[in-house]
């Protein structure tokens, strides 16, 4: 793998780091400013959207910017917003500082991917924007904890200070080790917005959705679940989020190496073994080790969908990938905003804290469903004769088969 994938993986890195630590600090960060734990979760929420609408909203104000200089530009965007937090006198102006580093976030992973993706042969793309993830699953392994000890025993402002650090060494080795990518001739906005007329494109984003989404229903409240029903202390829950990354880690490249083989079996067998676990853990979550095991398996399946998923969006978007890509992203946030409401309303309805696994396991079985439906409609369309988009025969496009 060439060496300026590790730039973007150290950049990924920074950035999983930002959106994750946040959650283990909101006691200190809400009692630093005088504001409820409610209020403090207005951080993550506030981050959230963010992705979501600055994944399209930065991609369209780079689109006639090379590629290298807009991974350069959003990782400077990623710095302020996180130096700002570091800095910040009041509530409002952290939340600000949150909200302008989220607006790299999508964008930053959406263009990586078409630059992780051209930087490595065709049978080698998945692989490779698995590396560029890789950044972001370690994050939760080894970022989050560390920064959230950090922010426990020294001050929340020193982790945010120390992410923003990472953004300059980010920064620094895009600089130096990404080349300079000329932009395909001829694509323009509307080539990148035409994207979306894509059927394909829509189906794997909606993949992405409720696929991740069905990871969240159940990891966004795993602190009560493990707490009040499996019976650990409320220190182990930082250990059990490090299995759970460890999980990512392996599932990532395990998805990114198999995805350039068969990438639709991959989305099958992860997103079908993802609904069987997440409605297992409902009864694992009351045994100690078996609920660390789901917990580990539950965080390998979820990000075993990633790369293949990703990488299906560059190949329906093909020509034209940058915005897809980028909206995809946010798709995956989109889906952890979703999950989080929807399992936060079987709580609040009386059905206890390992409802939101039955939540999650229905979102990655509708996402199974997605997946075959959008296989089928692919095989469809590639038989002989039939006329897609266009006007054009099928068999005479350019495609990517699987």
Same mark, same amino acid.
């Given at each position: 793998?060439?060496?300026?994938?590790?730039?973007?993986?150290?950049?990924?890195?920074?950035?999983?780091?930002?959106?994750?630590?946040?959650?283990?600090?909101?006691?200190?960060?809400?009692?630093?400013?005088?504001?409820?734990?409610?209020?403090?979760?207005?951080?993550?929420?506030?981050?959230?959207?963010?992705?979501?609408?600055?994944?399209?909203?930065?991609?369209?104000?780079?689109?006639?910017?090379?590629?290298?200089?807009?991974?350069?530009?959003?990782?400077?965007?990623?710095?302020?917003?996180?130096?700002?937090?570091?800095?910040?006198?009041?509530?409002?102006?952290?939340?600000?500082?949150?909200?302008?580093?989220?607006?790299?976030?999508?964008?930053?992973?959406?263009?990586?991917?078409?630059?992780?993706?051209?930087?490595?042969?065709?049978?080698?793309?998945?692989?490779?924007?698995?590396?560029?993830? @890789?950044? &972001?699953? =370690?994050?939760?392994?080894? $970022?989050?904890?560390? %920064?959230? *000890? !950090? /922010?426990?025993?020294?001050?929340? +402002?020193?982790?945010?200070?120390?992410?923003?650090?990472?953004?300059?060494?980010?920064?620094?080795?895009?600089?130096?080790?990404?080349?300079?990518?000329?932009?395909?001739?001829?694509?323009?906005?509307?080539?990148?917005?035409?994207?979306?007329?894509?059927?394909?494109?829509?189906?794997?984003?909606?993949?992405?959705?409720?696929?991740?989404?069905?990871?969240?229903?159940?990891?966004?409240?795993?602190?009560?679940?493990?707490?009040?029903?499996?019976?650990?202390?409320?220190?182990?829950? @930082?250990? &059990?989020? =490090?299995?759970?990354?460890? $999980?990512?880690?392996? %599932?990532? *490249? !395990? /998805?990114?190496?198999?995805?350039? +083989?068969?990438?639709?079996?991959?989305?099958?067998?992860?997103?079908?073994?993802?609904?069987?676990?997440?409605?297992?853990?409902?009864?694992?979550?009351?045994?100690?080790?078996?609920?660390?095991?789901?917990?580990?398996?539950?965080?390998?399946?979820?990000?075993?969908?990633?790369?293949?998923?990703?990488?299906?969006?560059?190949?329906?978007?093909?020509?034209?990938?940058?915005?897809?890509?980028?909206?995809?992203?946010?798709?995956?946030?989109?889906?952890?905003?979703?999950?989080?409401?929807?399992?936060?309303? =079987?709580?609040?309805?009386?059905?206890?804290?390992?409802?939101?696994?039955?939540?999650?396991?229905?979102?990655?079985?509708?996402?199974?469903?997605?997946?075959?439906?959008?296989?089928?409609?692919?095989?469809?369309?590639?038989?002989?004769?039939?006329?897609?988009?266009?006007?054009?025969?099928?068999?005479?496009?350019?495609?990517?088969?699987?």
């Amino acid at each position: 793998m060439p060496l300026a994938l590790l730039a973007l993986a150290i950049g990924a890195f920074g950035i999983g780091t930002t959106e994750f630590v946040i959650m283990g600090l909101l006691p200190e960060v809400a009692g630093g400013f005088g504001v409820s734990i409610p209020t403090a979760g207005l951080l993550v929420t506030g981050y959230a959207l963010g992705v979501v609408i600055g994944a399209p909203l930065m991609t369209v104000l780079g689109t006639k910017v090379p590629r290298k200089r807009m991974l350069m530009v959003l990782m400077g965007l990623f710095i302020a917003g996180n130096l700002l937090s570091a800095v910040a006198p009041v509530f409002a102006v952290m939340l600000i500082g949150r909200v302008v580093a989220s607006l790299a976030h999508g964008a930053f992973f959406g263009i990586g991917s078409v630059v992780a993706a051209e930087l490595v042969a065709p049978d080698r793309k998945a692989g490779a924007i698995a590396m560029m993830f @890789t950044g &972001l699953t =370690v994050a939760n392994v080894v $970022g989050v904890p560390l %920064g959230t *000890l !950090v /922010g426990q025993q020294v001050g929340w +402002r020193v982790t945010f200070g120390i992410v923003a650090a990472l953004g300059v060494v980010g920064l620094v080795g895009i600089a130096k080790l990404v080349p300079e990518l000329p932009r395909p001739e001829g694509v323009h906005l509307r080539h990148e917005l035409a994207a979306f007329k894509n059927a394909q494109v829509l189906l794997a984003m909606a993949m992405t959705v409720l696929g991740f989404g069905g990871v969240f229903a159940a990891i966004t409240y795993i602190a009560p679940m493990m707490t009040h029903v499996a019976g650990f202390a409320d220190g182990s829950v @930082t250990w &059990l989020l =490090v299995l759970f990354g460890l $999980g990512m880690v392996g %599932g990532n *490249l !395990v /998805g990114g190496k198999f995805a350039d +083989r068969a990438l639709m079996p991959m989305l099958y067998v992860s997103l079908g073994a993802l609904a069987v676990v997440l409605a297992v853990f409902t009864l694992t979550a009351h045994n100690k080790i078996a609920a660390a095991v789901t917990i580990a398996l539950i965080g390998a399946l979820g990000f075993a969908t990633v790369p293949p998923l990703q990488k299906r969006v560059l190949d329906q978007a093909h020509g034209a990938p940058t915005l897809a890509s980028a909206v995809n992203i946010g798709a995956f946030n989109l889906g952890n905003a979703l999950s989080a409401w929807l399992g936060g309303i =079987v709580i609040a309805a009386g059905f206890g804290y390992t409802a939101p696994n039955w939540v999650g396991a229905a979102l990655a079985a509708a996402a199974l469903v997605l997946a075959i439906l959008s296989a089928a409609l692919e095989h469809r369309a590639d038989a002989p004769g039939v006329v897609v988009a266009g006007g054009t025969p099928a068999r005479q496009r350019t495609a990517v088969h699987h």
